[in-house]
């Protein structure tokens, strides 16, 4: 397979960043694999639901289809919030306290996985400026690629492009996005946004601060 056919697997969560992210990667004309990792928290079942009709709506020839790893993590995260939906960090919380841990180790090595049996070599997530966490910075980023590609015999790069964006220039700078679409909840009522938790309330500071209304 040529590297120019080579699809791009975009890690996607129906959030604003990944919908930003995979709407950029299909602008710049490059066939795109979404990918979703089901692991058993709380709000996914709202969140994949949101994902799904995202994809619809900026469906595209290059869009390939979505697939979904069910990757449980009730093992090793135990009794955590994100799992049982009990005390999820409001809306007057720290950044901190929303961490899962591991998270983007876990993403990218199931889709590193995915991506050397599949023939792909890129994959990419829509991290942004001032992710206080270590398993967001670049140097992470290039020792998982190193790591992954040691240990999958084949080469992998692991892409953050929206990481110089803040969230509220990302939305400005990607106004092609229908925002209506995406989801940033930790408590969803059926499939709606609670409007208390900690990233409902970053999703309402992002848009007012973009000077966009937050069509969700």
């Given at each position: 397979?040529?590297?120019?056919?080579?699809?791009?697997?975009?890690?996607?969560?129906?959030?604003?960043?990944?919908?930003?992210?995979?709407?950029?990667?299909?602008?710049?004309?490059?066939?795109?694999?979404?990918?979703?990792?089901?692991?058993?928290?709380?709000?996914?079942?709202?969140?994949?639901?949101?994902?799904?009709?995202?994809?619809?709506?900026?469906?595209?020839?290059?869009?390939?289809?979505?697939?979904?790893?069910?990757?449980?993590?009730?093992?090793?995260?135990?009794?955590?919030?994100?799992?049982?939906?009990?005390?999820?960090?409001?809306?007057?919380?720290?950044?901190?306290?929303?961490y899962l841990p591991g998270r983007n180790v876990l993403l990218?090595?199931?889709?590193?996985?995915?991506?050397?049996?599949?023939?792909?070599?890129?994959?990419?997530?829509?991290?942004?400026?001032?992710?206080p966490f270590g398993d967001a910075t670049p140097r992470f980023?290039?020792?998982?690629?190193?790591?992954?590609?040691?240990?999958?015999?084949?080469?992998?790069?692991?892409?953050?492009?929206?990481?110089?964006?803040?969230?509220?220039?990302l939305i400005r700078a990607t106004p092609d996005v229908p925002?209506?679409?995406?989801?940033?909840?930790?408590?969803?009522?059926?499939?709606?946004?609670?409007?208390?938790?900690?990233?409902?309330?970053?999703?309402?500071?992002?848009?007012?601060?973009?000077?966009?209304?937050?069509?969700?």
């Open positions: 397979m040529s590297k120019r056919s080579t699809p791009i697997c975009v890690l996607a969560s129906g959030g604003i960043d990944s919908a930003a992210l995979l709407t950029r990667s299909l602008t710049a004309g490059g066939r795109v694999v979404p990918l979703f990792l089901r692991c058993g928290l709380s709000w996914e079942a709202a969140e994949l639901s949101w994902l799904r009709r995202f994809l619809r709506a900026v469906w595209s020839p290059r869009l390939l289809p979505l697939r979904v790893l069910d990757v449980p993590l009730r093992s090793a995260y135990g009794a955590h919030w994100s799992l049982t939906g009990r005390r999820v960090p409001g809306a007057a919380s720290a950044d901190a306290a929303v990218l090595t199931h889709a590193a996985i995915l991506c050397a049996r599949e023939g792909m070599t890129t994959i990419a997530l829509g991290t942004l400026k001032g992710n980023f290039r020792d998982m690629a190193v790591c992954l590609s040691q240990a999958l015999r084949c080469p992998i790069r692991v892409l953050a492009p929206l990481r110089r964006l803040t969230k509220p220039q925002w209506a679409l995406t989801f940033s909840c930790l408590q969803p009522r059926g499939r709606r946004h609670c409007g208390r938790c900690n990233k409902c309330a970053e999703r309402r500071r992002a848009f007012r601060a973009a000077g966009i209304p937050d069509p969700a």
